[in-house]
């Protein structure tokens, strides 16, 4: 079987951020954006702002970015284009997992690069943010970013004592509600070259009167393949029927779900709709409770879609491989561990990681969903949205799966950060298990390296195939992509605080309530 090339997928992301590597360089961050602000009395654009022309590299002096502890980071900040005449006493902070500054002050650029140090005595990460000034009240960051003891890192807490029990009634709940799968015949008149690849739209049936919905494809010729499962990343959006044809047309049946319960086909205005209408902040829909939590849903429709692409005849009844970025990272672990059948696992920058990283000694700031939950009068510490998101941590679904998973790490990561990655890739039981870290990256660019894909696709073919996971390169892919093989870390380190409180348990034969 040949290896699913990067071309079969028109992955927007990789394609959009593969265009900004290659115009602005490896080594840095941007997050500002030209100002074409207009005036209001002349309606003339104004001029452009000189400061928005500068970019800078913060690169660290170990390559991969990885220290030890106690070691000291040597971050050397230069000015890659732009006029650095005006960047005399520029201001930096260096912030201890992207969150509490332990060292500030500025730098020199005004003649030649700068370095700013910084070191720490326990496992985490380091962030050097330098604020180039604008025209504007808003300065333009760039980011440099360093582990410390990646091996080291655990969870800010212990799963709960209940985690597994909760799951077993959930799954129970699920296996009450038959699959009742509707497959009708999808539309390719949009897709040129589509090579009369077989297109699938289906629905099937989950908890809470709910379907999930997604599309199915599959060879032209053959009557048996391996399994492919696709997840979304965060957001709303229609599915990209590219992302099942390119899989097909290499070997696949795959199937492609929504994490929303939307239909996947509809004009780009209906998803904006839902965006800022019936799925705005979908993150924090049912928060107060697991038994009512928008990813208890989720979680459960895509135990469901795994069930039916296992049921289907054409299925080899042997690989069944799952996969996303982000969001779709969390789904991806959540079946592996609840759906044992899996027999491999490829994702980028897996989101919902530690939930409890405010509980680690030090605290850690949360990743994405817990940092990007609206604030709430009623729980001004979080810890009630904490003990519901504890029954949906990417890191306690990883230690429960049992197969084979590649994971990818940006280290300037502030939305996925990149201590919680770690503990979730520490997290996986054994060796067979690998690490791709890009120093430079935030979360948009490492979920969409090239490198990723290309190394996703040596993982898919050798499962596929049923053949030994392929070998760490000796060299790294790119300057900015650094592999480790499972084998180059230790076991997986213990949490550094007191379990979290199990909440009580919903029995399997009462079905939960839709969240309103």
């Known amino acids: 079987m ?6 079969a997928f028109p992955l927007h992301r990789a394609f959009r951020c593969l265009a900004a590597v290659i115009v602005l360089g490896a080594a840095f961050q941007i997050d500002g954006r030209a100002d074409t602000n207009t005036n209001s009395i002349t309606n003339a654009v104004k001029p452009p702002d000189p400061w928005n022309a500068i970019i800078l590299t913060v690169t660290p002096d170990h390559a991969n970015g990885v220290y030890a502890l106690n070691e000291p980071v040597v971050w050397t900040a230069d000015v890659k284009t732009g006029d ?22 500025t730098i020199d650029l005004s003649t030649g690069p700068a370095t700013i140090t910084a070191t720490r005595a326990e496992p985490g990460a380091l962030l050097a943010v330098i604020s180039v000034p604008t025209a504007t009240k808003h300065p333009r960051p760039f980011t440099g970013g360093a582990i410390f003891a990646p091996d080291k890192i655990g969870p800010g807490a212990p799963a709960p004592a209940d985690f597994d029990a909760f799951w077993k009634a959930q799954l129970a709940y699920l296996d009450s509600i038959p699959q009742n799968p509707v497959v009708e015949q999808g539309s390719l008149a949009d897709i040129k070259y589509n090579d009369g690849i077989p297109y699938y739209k289906v629905t099937l049936d989950n908890i809470w009167n709910t379907k999930v919905q997604g599309q199915l494809s599959r060879p032209v010729k053959g009557d048996k393949f391996p399994g492919l499962l696709i997840f979304q990343a965060a957001g709303v959006s229609a599915l990209e029927k590219g ?59 895509c135990v469901r879609a795994a069930e039916y692409l296992t049921s289907r005849a054409d299925w080899d009844g042997k690989t069944l491989i799952v996969s996303g970025v982000s969001q ?50 009623d729980d001004p510490d979080g810890s ?37 990655v770690l503990a979730t890739y520490n997290a996986i039981p054994g060796t067979a298990k690998e690490l791709m870290i890009f120093p430079f990256y935030d979360h948009s660019l490492a979920c969409g390296q090239v490198p990723f894909w290309h190394r996703k696709d040596e993982w898919l073919a050798a499962a596929a195939a049923g053949q030994p996971l392929p070998p760490v390169p000796t060299d790294p892919p790119t300057p900015n992509a650094i592999t480790i093989s499972g084998s180059g870390f230790g076991s997986s380190p213990t949490p550094t605080a007191a379990p979290v409180p199990a909440a009580t348990p919903t029995p399997a034969t009462v079905p939960t309530p839709a969240p309103q």
């Open 328 to 377: 779709g990272g969390f789904q991806s672990f959540a079946t592996a561990a609840l759906f044992p059948q899996v027999t491999a696992l490829c994702t980028s920058a897996p989101a919902a990681d530690d939930s409890a990283a405010t509980l680690a000694t030090p605290p850690r700031p949360p990743s994405w969903p817990a940092s990007y939950l609206p604030p709430r009068p």
């Open 84 to 105: 650095r005449s005006g960047l005399a006493a520029v201001p930096y902070v260096v912030k201890r997992d992207g969150g509490d500054t332990i060292a500030q002050g």
């Open 384 to 420: 009630k949205a904490r003990a519901t998101l504890s029954y949906f941590d990417t890191t306690y679904f990883a230690a429960r799966i049992h197969c084979p998973a590649q994971v990818c790490v940006g280290l300037i990561d502030e939305t996925v950060r990149p201590a919680s």
């Open 2 to 7: 040949k290896p699913i090339s990067i071309h």
């Open 243 to 301: 992302m099942v044809l390119g899989a097909a047309k290499h070997g696949y049946l795959v199937l492609n779900i929504e994490a929303h319960d939307i239909p996947i086909d509809q004009p780009p205005a209906f998803y904006t709709s839902l965006k800022g209408g019936g799925l705005k902040d979908y993150i924090s829909f049912g928060i107060d409770s697991r038994d009512t939590y928008y990813f208890l849903r989720m979680v459960l429709g």
